[in-house]
T-cell receptor
């Protein structure tokens, strides 16, 4: 079974440029998460989707970040314009509804963003 | 104050040592508890769930104290391959919002 797929793996951009990350979750997983992870820190939730509905986007900086999950499968996270402080790893994770055992978040390898 | 806090680390221990990690959480309504492992420049992966009665998986033992809002992970007979960052994770009521601690890095030395 294919895991969570993210692209690109690495992205280097100049500040004020836009950037987009793509995530394809495990087939059949209804819940999709975007996390941000800074060096030496744990992942921090940006947004959670249940199917195509964003059920928790309270931590998403909506002035520059946006996300979508069309048709409840793939998802895209966009930053426009990027700032120096956005340099981090953006992790996508998925889990089936009613996951058993609870807590098995399946992560992609992440997209590492460097803003110059 | 972060919702989930962990020992700052890093922990540098010799092979064969026993090491314990501590974690505290501030939301008394937290529902489920886990330890995830993250290798350098890799994604986090579930190590084990933590149950109120305590649970063991081989060399790993996890404990939960709901009254003290405290979680622990004990690793016995450390191996070089145990070197990683260990992330304490709790969920909010409803079980779908996962909150990660900052992690504790472990280096097992030969």
């Amino acid at each position: 079974e294919a895991g969570v797929v993210q692209s690109p793996r690495y992205k280097i951009i100049e500040k004020k440029q836009p950037v987009a990350f793509w995530c394809n979750p495990i087939s059949g997983h209804n819940t999709l998460y975007w996390y941000l992870q800074n060096l030496g820190q744990g992942p921090e939730l940006l947004i959670r989707y249940e199917n195509e509905e964003a059920v928790d986007d309270s931590q998403l900086p909506k002035d520059r970040f946006s996300a979508e999950r069309l048709k409840g499968v793939d998802s895209t996270l966009k930053i426009q314009p990027a700032e120096l402080g956005d340099s981090a790893v953006y992790l996508c994770a998925s889990s089936p509804a009613g996951a058993v055992p609870a807590g098995e978040l399946f992560f992609g390898e992440g997209s590492r963003l460097t803003v110059l | 104050r972060k919702e989930v806090e962990q020992d700052p680390g890093p922990f540098n221990v010799p092979e064969g040592a026993t090491v314990a990690f501590n974690c505290t959480y501030s939301n008394s309504a937290s529902q489920s508890f886990f330890w995830y492992r993250q290798d350098c420049r890799k994604e986090p992966k579930l190590l084990m769930s933590v149950y109120s009665s305590g649970n063991e998986d081989g060399r790993f033992t996890a404990q939960l104290n709901r009254a003290s809002q405290y979680i622990s992970l004990l690793i016995r007979d450390s191996k070089l391959s145990d070197s990683a960052t260990y992330l304490c994770v709790v969920t909010h009521p409803g079980g779908q919002n996962f909150v990660f601690g900052p992690g504790t890095r472990l280096s097992v030395l030969p």
